[in-house]
């Protein structure tokens, strides 16, 4: 009855992870051998556990990443450019804890997103918040959110953000006033987060896509000095992928 009456508090204190791992010890002879102690020391680490697991699937769930992808499934093997030391350096996250910027850029299907992606996962199973955009979409929910009185609200989680990941860099020019949000956006976050840009443009392009000179300047001053950069080169990988074989 005791036990009962503990289990039900426990569940009322949401702690289910020791309710399983109790559960566990009552149907497994091996923890009888264990001292007080010890059993308790298993319950607390199933109750943490289970509450990192909840941690990371939020945090997962609310990266937002384009693709499911991890740095343990790159292929190092396709000639990309992709250098094998550099990108696990990357994924221990020491740049990420040290407000560094990470550019990525090259041609069109080569696995840029894909390996902004993994890095953002593995962000996430650091204890990293992550927030994956669209350049674009970012650029037009700034908009929306100016007219609707929600723009502070949405400048204040992008700023939250540890790791900001922003695709399609540079594949339109940019007004002055979708120019001064990206400033925004960058400024707010300089020195106080990471921000990967993936781009098919050099850098050396992106000051006459930003438009004003003043504008392109402070976004790049910001960006750039404070970056590591992957540039990838290459063939396709989704045209290797989807060739339609011949037929004979």
Known sequence: MLMSETMEKLKAM????????????????????????ERLGHLVEREWLLREDRRYARRLKEAGL???????????????????????????????????????????????????????????????RVRYHR??????????????GSYLKLMKTLVKVELLILDDWGLNQLSRTQALDLLEVIEDRHQRGSTVIIS???????????????????????LVHNAYRVEMEGESMRRQRNKVPTLE
């Open 14 to 37: 949401r702690l289910s992870g020791m309710v399983e791992g109790i559960k566990e010890q009552a149907e497994n002879p091996h923890y009888q051998d264990l001292s007080f102690e």
């Open 66 to 128: 384009r693709m499911r992808a991890t740095v343990e499934e790159l292929d190092f093997h396709a000639p990309r450019k992709l250098n094998r030391a550099f990108i696990m350096e990357l994924a221990g996250c020491e740049w990420i804890r040290r407000n560094h910027n990470l550019i990525i850029t090259g041609p069109t299907g080569v696995g840029k997103t894909y390996l902004a992606c993994a890095l953002g996962h593995r962000a996430c199973v650091m204890g990293y």
């Open 135 to 148: 350049v674009g979409r970012l650029l037009s929910e700034l908009a929306l959110a100016r007219g609707d």
């Open 200 to 222: 098919q443009v050099p850098v050396e392009v992106w000051h006459q896509l930003i438009g004003e000179a003043t504008i392109a300047d402070a976004i790049l001053d910001r």
